[in-house]
């Protein structure tokens, strides 16, 4: 599920329902395997007894065909894949996890984990120096400034 395009001078629409869920999927796994199945997810969330859901259903909500689920759902899903439940129904909380759960899926590429590994132990001075030449080489690219990350980032239960 795509996210909406920003709209030039206003902020960009809330994502839907469907693109949280489907945010979710894409980032919150492994780095040694793709994203849950459906199966995976509702036999997770049935096991727990948080609520009762069918795959069906998790494929639903995901792809934006039902958009009405129970708070117990909701809840179920925030809980199976490690982020508040306010996710799905604070707009601010949402983009503030969306911007941790970003930087988690890009900690799966191994120059940038081995990069942030390097970095450990640098003074503040030379961690600036060091970000202000990764932004540099991101303007060079094209590439969007990276977002400021506060918190962290959530994990998944098993």
Same mark, same amino acid.
């Given at each position: 599920?795509? +996210? ?6 206003? =902020?960009?629409?809330?994502?839907? @329902? ?5 945010? @979710?999927?894409? *980032?919150?796994?492994?780095? &040694?395997?793709?994203? $849950? *199945?459906?199966?995976? %997810?509702? &036999? ?7 609520? *009762?859901?069918? =795959?069906? $259903? %998790? ?6 065909? !039902? &958009? ?14 490690? %982020? ?8 601010? /909380? /949402? ?12 900690? !799966? ?16 001075? *030379? ?8 932004? +540099?080489?991101? &303007? ?6 990276? !977002?400021? !990350? ?9």
């Amino acid at each position: 599920m795509a +996210r909406k395009p920003k709209t030039e001078g206003q =902020p960009p629409p809330p994502p839907s @329902l469907a693109d949280k869920i489907d945010h @979710l999927f894409r *980032t919150i796994h492994s780095r &040694d395997r793709g994203e $849950y *199945t459906f199966e995976e %997810v509702a &036999d997770a969330i049935n096991q727990r007894g948080a609520a *009762t859901i069918s =795959p069906t $259903y %998790v494929w639903q909500l995901r792809k934006g065909l !039902r &958009d009405n689920p129970t708070k117990r759902h909701l809840e179920a899903l925030a809980e199976f894949f490690g %982020v508040n439940p306010s996710y799905f129904f604070d707009d601010e /909380a /949402a983009r503030r996890i969306d911007s941790e759960l970003d930087l988690l899926a890009s900690l !799966r590429d191994s120059g940038v984990r081995q990069l942030a590994l390097r970095a450990f132990g640098l003074s503040p001075e *030379t961690l600036s120096s060091i970000t202000q030449m990764v932004e +540099r080489a991101r &303007d060079l690219e094209g590439l969007a400034a990276a !977002r400021p !990350r506060r918190g962290r980032p959530a994990r998944p239960y098993r």
